[in-house]
Structure formats: structure tokens, C-alpha cells
């Protein structure tokens, strides 16, 4: 179901009612764009905090263009689930006046391919859903509620009447006398006067008219115009008032818009399912929580208290047993895989009204399909998993200790040693006695590196610069022989072991008050490719973890912090 700003708030009870009645939820984004610093700054031996930030810095500029949530509701005795899936077009429109003018960044390449798919941006920009930040809300809340509070002590700085302006005001007030006088009238509109001559009609109003209030309003085309409200006695005009305050908030409820579902799903402490989520809870964190913080134990703890419950397929995909059957796990190929022996797919019935989607029916790259795909996986691998147990668990929930193990850990791309970020507590310590920082001349090559540890068996390497990389030895055993020959041979290179060279850049950036992401500024050039695997050989690396084509091109998955445009000349939001 595609869901807009025109039938939000038509839909949104029956959203709230399918995310508090699903067994499991699962989520998709569509974004204007994956990673704003290129996608080689993703290195095989990045520390979770380091990934942490490379993603936090190079993603969350992008804007989030459609959501997918899909509800899936088990039926225990038929062992089959009911989908609501749910295709949400967002886009931050200021549908409150003093709501942000936000900010983003768009990638060519992640564009072209949503264009490639049948994106349809007009729909984006003219029906997408607004919302906030909790953040931005309750700032707004708070200077409105201010607002009201002081609304009988307002006042203006009366500035005097131009020569120029004179006859256009003596119209206005004729028409706001004639409208006075007359009973029960309709509120008298004000249109086609510029921000100078609405000044002067306010402190014209406040001057003469003590029973009339008047108000700002944006017409469809942005344009503003006036609203004179008038009142017969005091009694009356504090109900106007009242009316005025109320509409007030409801526009500000508006504004929250899709933050509401977030909210929701946040309150019922669902299971949340996505596929490589990372990307997905980074920006559902920067659009609808606030500014992502620094340091990823602090993103851990306020993740936790937003989606309490996480599990990530991407990482389920490449875990045995699952591993030993998923060759290619982007989302696409990992459902053919699953639609196969030695797995049983799971029922999966759309439910009415939902008909769009159907697993027949592709809608791939389409933020609620995709969400509607991942939660059909991971139904499908849960059972995969009970039928692996020792007696068979015929129907495996997501609520089962199986499962449980996956909770709350999402996947790293191409991290070998560490496969995933842990939510709820501290992440995987590993040894790198096998790896080494190494510098040498900028003529140097990866042959040349090559040739370096030849005597040591194969190797991988992680390019940082152009003068520097990471070299990690395949035959761990043969580590301490090469620290101890090429850290003290005098020549043009440097060895340092990774312990060594990780413990100096984390104190120099803990002096600094600042992350970056290598200690050099060389840029990378065009003939060095960042992270080479060893050719194909026994005993050889595995190469890292790499998406598809597919799954490569896909736009991000969720600002350091939300960057909102100051206006030179802020017009007030009472004329």
C-alpha cells in the first residue's frame, strides 16, 4: 500500500493497529544517496567505532525518500504469516512555519539507479509525508506552548506609516470596519500585500482593532496571506484565541507526520527485522530521533531505547548453517536462493488491500517490496533453523532462543574478523598480531608489497594512502618471524605492528577532539585499488564480503546533525 500525505492520517490508525498486533516488523529506505566520501573509505580492518563513524560522517546527509514497513502476523495452527506491507513516500515539506528548511545531499549514481527502477520523484516532492526529529519536536512544542503564554503581553515596534503605504492601509481598514460591523461573518481574508504591508495591517489591528486577531497563512503555492478573526465582546475573543492556539498545535501535529509510526513502533518494543540494517537504523536515528552522536556507545544506548529488538538477515545469511547454503546474500538472490531445497519457504499471505505486493509480483528497489521481501527471508530461515534443531522444531518463531542469538547484531561489510556491531553490549575483541602497518615510497604498487612479505606466504591489503597500508598475513604462525625481519631492516619502508600504529592514532585523535579517517592525506590514486585480496590460490584470503552489483548500486539505507537553513530576513510568525 502506498501511503502519502493525502491519505496519512486516513491509514495512520490502521498502521498503528497493524504494528501493535505483528508477530515481527521489517524495514526498507530508499535515499538520495549511499556514501558521500566514496565507498573504498570502508576498510577490512576497521574497528566497529571507526566504521561507526565513517558511516555516521559519510551517509546520513542523504535524504530518506520512501520508507518500507511491512507487519507480519503469525498463524500458529496453519503455520503461515499475514503481510501488510506499507510503501511510505517521505519528504521533509515545511508544513508548519517554523519547522526546518532542511538541507541534503544527493548522489548521482544512486539517483540514476532509482530512476532506472521507475523512482517516482515528482510523487516524492509533491505527496512525501513531513515529519520532525523527537528532537525538533518538542523544541517546537516547547516555543509554541511559550508562544501562547505570552500572547496577551505581545508587542510591536511601531514603526511609522510610509507615504507610499497610506492609501493601501486606509483600504484595509474600511474593509476591516465594514467586516466588524457585520454579525456572524466569515473571517475576512487579506490577500496580494507583500511582508512590509502585513506588518502594517498587525500593528494597525493591535492599535485600533482590541476584538480582531489576525493571522498568517500559506496558500498552496506558498504564498501568504492574512485571516481577521473578530469578536464582540472578550469572551469571545478568548475563544478565538483558544480556536487559533489549538489549530496552532494541530499544524504542528501535522508536521510530526511520519515520526508518529516511528514512535509507534518504538512503544510496542516489536521485533524489527531488515536486511544489512545498518545504513537503515543510522538514518531512522538522524531523521526521527536527533543528531547521531560521536562516539557509537552512545549510539548503542539510544538505538536501544528507540528499537529495542533488531535482527539483521544480511548477518543471519552469512552465519552457519545458513552460510553453508546462501552463496550470494544481497537481498535478491538470497530470496531465489531461499524459494529452493534444502529450504521451505514459508506461507506468506498478503493481506486484503494489500495486493500490490505478491513474491510472484517483483517491485524490487522499492522501499516497501524490499520490506516485504526481507521479513518473507527471514520467515523462511527461521523455519530453516527448527528444522535443524535436535528434535525438529516444525515451526520456528522469532520469539525462540534460536533466534534470540541474532538479536541486536548488525552487519559489517567487509570485515573479516568482525562481522557484526553489538547493540546491548560490548563488541568482538580479536587479535591482529597478524596485521601490519607498513609506509614506503609513493611509487610503490601492490607488486611491490607483494614481493615485501613474499617470504611470509599471501597476504591482504588495505590501502590507507598512497605512501601507507594495512598487510595482513594469511599463515598467522609466520607473524612474529615477519615483525621481527622487516621492522628492523633499514630501507626505504617502515613496519609497524597494527597494535602499535591503531594505539598511536586513537591518542593522537583523542588529542586532536577529532575522528579522521587516516592519519595521512595523500589521496588514493586512481591505479591502487584500496583493499586487494591475494590471488586465487589454497590457503589464499577470502576476499572481502562484497555486495552485488545490485546491492552495491542500491541508494543508502537515516546528518551528524540536522543542518537547517537561517533565513536573512525571518518573517514573524504573526505578520
Known sequence: MDVTKYNFYEELESILEAIEGSTFLSIDGEFTGLDAEGSCHIAPFDTPPERYSKMKNGSTDFLLLQFGLCAFKVDEEKHLYEAKPYNFYLFPSQSHRNAPDKRFMCQSSSIDFLVSHGFDFNKVFREGIPYLTSQQEHEMKSFLEQKHSEQNNQSFTVMEVPENQREFLEGICEKINTFMEEDDAEPLEIKD??????????????????LARLETRTGEKKERYLILHGAKDAEELAKIDRERQAQQMMELDIQVGFTKVIQAITKSEKLVVGHNMILDILHCMSHFYGPLPNDLEDFKSITSTVFPKLIDTKLMANTPPLK???????????????????????????????EKYSEEASSLHEAGFDAF??????????????????????????????????????????????????????????????????????????????????????IQISWLSNI??????????????????????NHSFQVTSYAFHHRNKTLKLSTAGKRQHSEEFDPLPNKMTRNIPVPNAE?????????????????GKIQPEDKTGKKLFDESTDW
Open 193 to 210: 500585500c507583500n511582508g512590509l504591508q502585513r506588518k502594517l495591517i498587525y500593528q494597525t489591528v493591535e492599535e485600533k482593532y482590541p
Open 324 to 354: 553453508e547454503f546462501i552463496e550470494l546474500s544481497s537481498l535478491g538472490e538470497m530470496h531465489q536462493t531461499l524459494q529452493s531445497k534444502p529450504f521451505n519457504p514459508v506461507i506468506i499471505k498478503v493481506a486484503p488491500g494489500f
Open 373 to 458: 521481501m526481507t521479513g518473507s527471508c527471514f520467515a523462511t530461515m527461521c523455519k530453516f533453523l527448527g528444522d535443524c534443531q535436535k528434535p525438529v522444531t516444525d515451526f520456528l518463531l522469532p520469539s525462540s532462543p534460536v533466534i534470540k542469538a541474532f538479536v541486536n547484531k548488525l552487519y559489517l561489510m567487509r570485515i573479516a574478523d568482525i562481522q557484526y556491531v553489538t547493540l546491548d553490549g560490548p563488541d568482538l575483541e580479536v587479535n591482529r598480531d597478524h596485521v601490519f602497518h607498513v609506509t614506503f615510497p609513493k611509487e610503490w604498487r601492490a607488486s611491490d608489497l607483494y614481493t615485501l612479505f613474499e617470504p611470509y606466504g599471501n
Open 468 to 489: 601507507s597500508a594495512y598487510v595482513g598475513l594469511h599463515n598467522k604462525k609466520n607473524s612474529k618471524i615477519a615483525f621481527e625481519v622487516l621492522s628492523k631492516e
Open 539 to 555: 590457503g589464499a584470503f577470502e576476499s572481502p564480503v562484497k555486495k552485488t552489483v545490485t546491492e552495491m548500486s542500491k541508494p
